[in-house]
């Protein structure tokens, strides 16, 4: 099994949703047997005691399960009835590990974040069939939160070993007005907060307002340590469905084929 796993730097709400299921999309359209996961690192066990007017919509999927508003666009994107095995809060993680000690599964062992939080998070993400798994991280590298989801994919990666993955972490460089530049340096100081975690980044998604100048996208890729084709600009768009084919017009399928060795078939789809 194969994993991309989609990070976020810098801020939230800045497209690692739309981004993942273009990707898992992409694949799938090239003969991959794509299956997806959002990892979502709030207590809550699930998004059906959140209010609509905080967290957007509730999405309910096939098996009644109330999930975060990005499952359906995993639904839409890729064409795949979404079940509650698609989504992964830390409060059902959390709410797991604790019955356990109670029915004493443990056997007398101290409870830990590692290795028992980070056990029972990686045997969910092994448990999802799929010939390339896509990991979506919700929140921003450098939550208190989210730290035990990374350190679980980390860990998962040194077991399942660093050729079965792909790191793509979404950033967004904001373009200041007043001197006409873009400022590279929170994705620069995002992709330091992933290394020191032990996550290297093999790739980089910059999200912004306009298409980034040539200077700007060598700088981000000679901060973040990727080669340059692998640091991927995608503009704000007007509809979010354009975004599979903006990829494909990238050619990321074939970047994320050579990365992971996988094979793919062409496409029959009509993208036009
Ligand atoms: P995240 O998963 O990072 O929180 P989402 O993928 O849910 O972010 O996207 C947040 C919002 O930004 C959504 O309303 C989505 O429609 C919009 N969006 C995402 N990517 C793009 C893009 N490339 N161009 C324009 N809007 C986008």
Do not use: C
Request: net charge negative.
């Amino acid at each position: 099994k194969k994993y991309v796993i989609v990070t976020g730097g810098v801020l939230s709400g800045i497209g690692k949703g739309i981004f993942s299921a273009s990707l898992a999309r992409l694949m799938k359209e090239h003969g991959v047997d794509v299956n997806v996961l959002k990892i979502d690192p709030y207590l809550n066990v699930d998004a059906g005691t959140m209010n609509p007017n905080q967290h957007g919509e509730v999405f309910v999927t096939e098996d009644g399960y109330e999930a975060d508003l990005d499952l359906g666009h995993y639904e839409r994107f890729l064409g795949r009835d979404m079940t509650r095995q698609n989504n992964m809060t830390a409060g059902q993680v959390y709410l797991r590990v604790i019955e356990k000690e109670r029915q004493g599964k443990y056997l007398g062992n101290t409870v830990q974040i590692v290795p028992h939080l980070t056990e029972e998070i990686k045997d969910r993400i092994r448990a999802l069939e799929a010939e390339l798994l896509v990991v979506e991280i919700g929140g921003t590298v450098g939550d208190i939160e989210g730290e035990v989801f990374l350190e679980a994919v980390r860990e998962l990666q040194m077991e399942e070993g660093k050729e079965n993955f792909l790191f793509a972490h979404v950033t967004y460089v904001p373009y200041l007005r007043t001197t006409n530049e873009f400022k590279t340096k929170p994705t620069q100081q995002s992709v330091q907060l992933l290394r020191r975690i032990g996550i290297t980044p093999d790739m980089v998604i910059v999200r912004s307002e306009f298409p980034l100048d040539v200077p700007s996208m060598n700088k981000v890729a000679l901060f973040s340590g990727v080669p340059r084709d692998f640091v991927i600009n995608l503009p704000d768009t007007k509809n979010v469905y354009e975004v599979p084919e903006i990829l494909r017009d990238m050619g990321l399928h074939e970047k994320i084929a050579s990365k992971l060795n996988v094979e793919l078939k062409k496409s029959t789809f009509n993208w036009s």
